[in-house]
């Protein structure tokens, strides 16, 4: 009788009535009636339709700081940088070394965050006359042979070739070792970090890092780009003071920069609240501008043709510039955001665009493999709460892709690995869920002496880990998220943000709801369910992709596709052009195709209707 009662009340809830759908998910609508009373507060306020305020009121907008979400800027979200633990210091070191033209080394991290943190760097110190002979060096490690982070071999041979002060960007807050080459060398260091931090940080300069964890700055929701970016602030602010900025040598345009600053943003799926907002809703603009060839160049070869969005930062050109350093070559990123020769940029850009072809055909071939042997360990362990797999023959440079996917499918954190039988030991990438933080599970690891090392962040991380630990490794993470991961599939499903027909789906309501953008991690692009619509044509595209046509009851139809659908149970269901109307949920974007733009629906879900009697 409890359990019958349960469920009668989860289908009071639940919004449409779904408790399962296609993908096993209930549907939820996003706002209770308090949440709903705000929306229309906020539309009344703001002179906005009600719609808007309701997508604004899901999001976190109130009252007071509704003008600033519809219009978000760096001045108002923007703090003094020096709120940041080692920001005056670190600032203060940085601008010596402009104004007395010393050698400065650039390590970076071979991801977009860290491409773009040392390609900010780079930009910032040539523009104060470091170049020609004292251009300063970057150096990405090949993710293969040196892995994450500095390390004392690159740290020597960045001091050898003449550096008096080392700069890490995306890294560095957790290498105390190789850090204390430069120190024994009397080479200075300023880390720019965000990864977390243990109690004991390296003994350098300065170490700025929002998530160390004596910094009271509430600015740990920043990528290494944000980060960097308020460092140059503070470095400008420095030399603004001391009169460096005079006739034939001005200041650089900071703002100019911002393009770089909101692909990271985007990339490292920070989450998209204050300060981070304003970074990607003005670089956006910045970008659409197209004054860095070398995004220029990638959008080109990514076939980008339109005003650019979250979506082409973070599934078009930020997989081009991972792929130099998951199959390539590592510096490639890095290079092409600072590279002023527009020819060398359109180089740099096509070789990337093929690596990235190549980088997707392995991926495919990795996760077939990766998918078939979860889904038989999860036969026989269905409440596993994280996944752990490996093989020698995977690339290193995939396992965190593979990773997001397996978490994506099946629901639950995961670890693969790329073992190395040579050296004895294993590189992994962790993905998670919400609300489940795989990075303080890393970090308690590394602490323990569990794992040789490792670092990141709540939704992702990454390990190196003894191959004859890693039942002991993997039983650790097991203990410490078992419960937690339990709680939090068990609350698994979909926030709906409301129901329209296709015929709703104009370009004014998609101006509206951009009005709340941009869109991204905590952010969420707005979810809405087209009930009862009946699939009126669909197949399969591209590799497993399923695209239809959705009709509603009053004939007015919109074009829709489901990614990676195609042998799922979403996408039997939408190619079962037979059956009853469905309940189709998904996300609404603009398509530009030989001029003409449409407005599609990228489904996430479906459900067949609830009967009421």
Not at 44 to 52: K, R
Not at 368 to 390: H, S
């Amino acid at each position: 009788m409890g359990n019958a009662q349960s469920k009668s009340e989860m289908a009071e809830t639940a919004f449409l009535g779904i408790t399962k759908s296609a993908k096993g998910y209930i549907w939820r609508e996003r706002l209770d009636e308090a949440g709903r009373n705000l929306g229309l507060a906020l539309s009344q306020i703001a002179g906005i339709t009600e719609i808007l305020g309701r997508v604004l009121a899901a999001r976190g907008a109130t009252v007071d700081d509704v003008e600033h979400w519809l219009n978000p800027s760096i001045k108002q979200y923007m703090p003094d940088p020096y709120v940041m633990q080692d920001m005056e210091k670190g600032a203060t070191r940085i601008a010596q070394a402009i104004k007395a033209s010393e050698k400065v080394a650039i390590f970076g991290d071979y991801d977009v965050d860290g491409a773009v943190s040392s390609a900010l760097m780079k930009l910032f110190l040539k523009a104060h006359g470091l170049k020609g002979p004292l251009e300063p060096e970057i150096y990405i490690p090949d993710r293969i042979f040196e892995g994450y982070g500095p390390n004392p071999d690159a740290i020597n041979t960045l001091v050898d070739n003449g550096a008096n002060l080392i700069i890490t960007v995306d890294c560095g807050t957790v290498s105390h070792e190789s850090l204390a080459e430069a120190t024994k060398r009397d080479v200075s260091v300023v880390i720019a970090d965000h990864h977390l931090a243990s109690e004991t940080l390296p003994d350098v300069d300065a170490v700025i890092n929002p998530n160390r964890q004596d910094d009271l700055s509430n600015l740990g929701h920043l990528c290494a780009g944000g980060v960097v970016f308020m460092l140059l602030v503070a470095v400008k602010r420095i030399l603004t003071k001391e009169g460096y900025y005079q006739e034939g040598n001005p200041a650089p345009d900071l703002m100019s920069y911002l393009d770089l600053v909101a692909l990271s943003t985007i990339c490292d799926v920070v989450p998209l609240k204050g300060l981070n907002r304003a970074f990607v809703a003005k670089g956006l603009q910045v970008m659409h501008k197209r004054q860095n060839k070398g995004l220029r160049a990638l959008g080109d070869a990514a076939g980008l043709t339109t005003a650019p969005t979250p979506y082409h930062l973070g599934f078009l050109l930020g997989p081009r510039i991972n792929a130099g350093g998951r199959i390539g070559s590592s510096e490639l990123g890095a290079k092409l955001l600072s590279e002023p020769d527009e020819s060398e940029a359109e180089r740099i850009a096509a070789l990337l665009d093929k690596l990235n072809n190549e980088r997707k055909e392995m991926e495919k071939l990795t996760l077939e493999e990766a998918t078939t042997r979860v889904g038989d360990q999860l036969e026989n362990a269905p409440e596993t709460p994280i996944i752990f797999i490996g093989s020698k023959d995977w690339h290193k440079g995939l396992v965190g892709l593979v990773a997001s996917r397996l978490t994506e499918k099946f629901r639950r954190p995961s670890c693969v690995l790329s073992i190395d039988e040579k050296s004895g030991t294993a590189t992994g990438s962790l993905r998670s869920i919400a609300s489940v933080d795989i990075g303080r599970v890393v970090q308690k690891a590394r602490d323990e002496g569990l794992i040789v090392k490792g670092g990141g962040h709540a939704m992702a991380a990454g390990l190196t880990l003894e191959i004859d630990k890693q039942k002991e490794v993997e039983d650790f993470f097991a203990n410490e998220l078992s419960s937690t991961v339990s709680l939090e599939r068990a609350k698994m499903g979909l926030n709906i943000d409301g129901a329209m027909t296709a015929n709703a789906a104009t370009p004014n309501f998609m101006d509206q709801l951009e009005r709340a953008g941009p869109y991204g991690a905590e952010n969420p692009t707005p979810r809405f369910v087209l009930p009862s619509h009946r699939v009126k044509f669909s197949k399969i595209v591209g590799e497993n992709h399923v695209k239809c046509t959705l009709e509603a009851s009053d004939q007015s139809r919109i074009n829709a596709i489901a990614f990676r659908a195609a042998g799922t149970d979403l996408g039997e269901m939408l190619l079962d052009r037979a059956g009853e109307p469905l309940h189709i949920v998904g996300q609404l974007r603009r398509n530009s195709w030989n001029g003409r733009e449409t407005i599609e629906l990228t489904i996430e879900d479906a459900a067949k209707p609830v009967k009421t009697f």
